[in-house]
């Protein structure tokens, strides 16, 4: 039993292998099917990803094409070895970046005051908020909230971590950072948000 | 143990399984502690609760989202394309150029000293100008690209 069970992880592991390869060389080629199915595939993951790390609905969806653009032009950089997420992700991440510095002198690492980088409302007039959906309208206020103040370079990897539930090795390849620091920031950032939700608690 | 250091060990591991996973005697430990402490027992659920509602959350996209982005790409392999096809066609004129030139070269040079001759100028005179004849074309065609280049990334600047 345990020999079919580790079989078929090797096998499915194999599969992904494979699909990821076939990723890199499509890219690589820039095949324009390919790049169309993978719009539709990542379109929701990264346009939450970019929303949550701008704050910003419109300035989101600009980032989303202008990545896009960016996969097509550096495709040949993807090697299949890593997941495609990540690489994607990192793209996302930087262009983020290199945009505020533009605008602000500053890196996202430098936004340390969490108010100054707040998260997007995420309800509107026609749209429950997706935390709402999942919790209660109290809950779903206090979680927001407490995320709101959790800086920014913590809650980034909050959100690739619990949300993208993307792997450590994966977060330190978007960020360009060690695994250390990975784990550093998730810790300061799980404490952050845990203090905050109990603070709210006893409000 | 004290009794911070026991809550300070809870937290530790609280977090510790959120993010690597801990041993099975942590385990243990740790739900022994949150079944009798509560202020730990509420910290660990309202974490857990916040990071399960991040995990569902769905934020809406725009309606077209993936279709936008694909013409705009489809565009961009377009330009591409274009541009491939114009810079095929540069290096086939600067190669054609340089065989001019050096086809021409002893043509001109013995042009240029029957001028200088002719109008008894210094051999510098002859000599600089056979050789902005030579530099110049290929001064002009770098700085058409180089102007063809910030041109566009001029235009795909989008602080602007």
Request: glycine residues 4%.
């Amino acid at each position: 039993m345990a020999a079919i069970c580790g079989s078929t992880l090797y096998l499915s592991k194999m599969a992904i292998d494979d699909d990821l390869r076939s990723v890199a060389a499509g890219l690589q080629r820039r095949d324009p099917e390919l790049i169309d199915r993978l719009i539709d595939q990542y379109q929701h993951r990264l346009f939450r990803y970019l929303v949550y790390l701008t704050a910003n609905r419109e300035r989101a969806e600009d980032f989303f094409q202008e990545t896009w653009i960016r996969v097509l032009e550096r495709g040949h950089q993807y090697d299949g070895r890593s997941r495609f997420d990540a690489w994607l992700f990192s793209i996302a991440r930087h262009l983020v970046i290199d945009w505020q510095r533009q605008k602000k002198a500053q890196s996202l690492e430098s936004l340390v005051e969490p108010q100054l980088n707040a998260l997007p409302e995420l309800t509107d007039t026609e749209t429950p908020s997706p935390l709402h959906l999942v919790l209660s309208h109290e809950e779903s206020i206090a979680v927001q909230a407490s995320l709101d103040r959790v800086p920014a370079i913590h809650r980034e990897v909050l959100l690739l971590r619990f949300q993208e539930d993307m792997p450590l090795s994966d977060i330190a390849r978007v960020l360009g950072a060690p695994l250390a620091t990975v784990k550093s920031r998730l810790y300061r950032g799980l404490e952050n948000l845990r203090s905050l939700l109990m603070e709210r608690q006893h409000e | 143990m004290n009794d911070e250091a026991i809550h300070s060990r809870a937290e530790r591991l609280i977090a510790q399984d959120f993010v690597e996973g801990i041993a099975d005697a942590d385990r243990r430990w740790l739900e022994q502690h949150l079944r009798e402490c509560q202020h730990c027992g509420t910290s660990a659920a309202l974490t857990g609760r916040a990071l399960r509602a991040l995990n569902s959350a769905v934020i809406p996209t725009p309606a077209g989202l993936a279709q936008r982005a694909q013409f705009r790409v489809h565009l961009r392999m377009q330009e591409r394309q274009e541009n491939r096809i114009q810079r095929g066609f540069l290096w086939i004129a600067c190669a054609a150029s340089w065989l001019f030139g050096a086809v021409s070269a002893p043509y001109v040079w013995s042009g240029l000293q029957w001028f200088g001759q002719s109008l008894a100028l210094p051999h510098l005179v002859p000599e600089i100008g056979f050789g902005l004849w030579w530099a110049l074309p290929a001064l002009v065609a770098g700085a058409i690209v180089l102007a063809e280049n910030a041109r566009y990334r001029r235009q795909r600047d989008w602080s602007n």
